[in-house]
């Protein structure tokens, strides 16, 4: 399968401020990526989907001006998730979508990043 | 109603059992349906693709529709406790990337 990579896998803030997340797809290019957020026992929500150059489509919900997606290359995608709160704590996880030649059994999911607020 | 439903289990089991994993679904629109498995703290990764209804085996896995009674399941042969994960149910509209995930269920397999 494909190979997606997100960095940091774990991370730790305080309170108030801003954390970033990457997802890079390794060997193959996104045209539309995926965010997801799992909180613990339950299932992955969809939080938003950004097109390489274009700005990002929020799920009903989520704001977009706490989580911050750029995409601005066919291989990465960050999400930032701005002035954080304990409730932001959460396994963020992308999905990038290949730009050609996949069918729909091939949507590949990143790692996945813990983060906990302090 | 939330439109996939799982049992979140844990559901536990010894080595070698045959394990019977569902979900059930209200939207008629769902065309293709796909089983993944999650390790902890890890992102899922795709076991079995599945269009519209039929059975599809991959080796130790086999994966069922039923579009009439809106059910589908994944049968797991001689469990591992390799096998152990949560295994999360996700099914989509046909022309739709973006799927629809159930809650997982929790599954043990112990030696």
């Known amino acids: 399968g494909a190979v997606v990579s997100q960095h940091p896998s774990w991370v730790i803030c305080k309170s108030g401020t801003s954390v970033k997340i990457e997802c890079r797809s390794l060997d193959f290019q996104a045209t539309t990526m995926f965010w997801y957020r799992q909180f613990p026992k339950q299932s992955l929500m969809l939080m938003a989907t950004?097109?390489?150059?274009?700005?990002?489509?929020?799920e009903q919900g989520v704001e977009k001006d706490k989580f911050l997606i750029n995409h601005a290359s066919l291989t990465l995608s960050t999400l930032t998730v701005t002035s954080a709160h304990p409730e932001d704590s959460s396994f963020y996880i992308c999905s990038p979508l290949a730009a050609s030649g996949r069918a729909n059994n091939e949507q590949f999911f990143g790692p996945g990043t813990r983060l906990t607020v302090l | 109603q939330k439109e996939v439903e799982q049992d979140p289990g844990p559901l536990s089991v010894p080595e070698g059992a045959i394990v019977s994993l569902n979900c059930t679904y209200s939207n008629s629109a769902f065309q293709y349906f796909m089983w993944y498995r999650q390790y902890s703290r890890k992102g899922p990764e795709l076991l079995m693709y599945?269009?519209?209804?039929g059975n599809k085996e991959d080796g130790r896995f086999t994966a069922q529709v039923d579009k009439s009674s809106k059910y589908i399941s994944l049968f797991i042969r001689d469990s591992q406790p390799s096998d152990s994960a949560t295994y999360l149910c996700?099914?989509?509209?046909?022309?739709?990337?973006?799927?629809?995930f159930g809650r997982g269920t929790s599954l043990i397999v112990h030696p």
């Open positions: 950004s097109n390489e150059g274009s700005k990002a489509t929020y």
């Open positions: 996700a099914m989509q509209e046909g022309g739709s990337y973006i799927p629809t």
């Open positions: 599945t269009y519209s209804s």
